[in-house]
């Protein structure tokens, strides 16, 4: 196995682990054992398990704003870009390993000390949203509808929090 290989197999292992169980009670040992990659060469690739961390939200936050992207930018008309961000979110709701946002489940594990990658992904959430609207104004009161639905999705799995928060986007001025 080369290093690519490795790489790709550690933060497959700690995407699943870390997702699941959390940061703080995976341990280095558990991704070397579910990755299958000897520990030497774990730590040769991460030094340190914050880097590991970093490179798996880095990974996840590339791979989550380029499928909501592409679904929003879907449709032609703008408002229904901004909608399709919210059937997007009914779809992730669904997942059968849905565990909320990952970025905010870092964050509230590890504080002050979570990765900047993770103020990040939601600086570039509200970037996108402006985006979609050309107005900062609706695209905060957009991103606060879709953080409540994701926080409230966490708790009560399904499409209904990204339906209700829809329903609530559609009566917001400048839709």
């Not at 590890?110 to 600086?123: D, N």
Request: charged share 25%; hydrophobic share 45%.
């Amino acid at each position: 196995m080369d290093d690519e290989e490795a790489r790709t197999r550690l933060l497959d292992a700690a995407e699943e682990l870390f997702y699941r169980h959390g940061i703080q009670t995976v341990g280095m040992d558990r991704i070397r054992t579910a990755s299958g990659v000897p520990l030497k060469r774990l730590y040769r690739l991460f030094p340190a398990k914050e880097s590991l961390v970093t490179a798996y939200l880095e990974r996840r936050d590339r791979r989550w704003l380029d499928s909501l992207r592409t679904a929003a930018l879907a449709p032609a008309e703008p408002r229904a870009r901004v909608l399709a961000v919210f059937d997007w979110l009914a779809d992730w709701f669904t997942e059968p390993d849905f565990r909320g946002c990952a970025f905010l489940n870092a964050y509230g594990e590890l504080g002050a000390a979570a990765p900047g990658i993770v103020r990040i992904h939601k600086a570039e959430l509200h970037a996108l949203l402006v985006d979609l609207t050309a107005d900062p104004a609706l695209a905060d009161r957009l991103l606060i509808l879709t953080e409540g639905a994701t926080t409230v999705a966490a708790f009560n799995p399904g499409p209904g929090p990204a339906h209700r928060a829809r329903e609530i986007a559609e009566l917001l001025p400048g839709m």
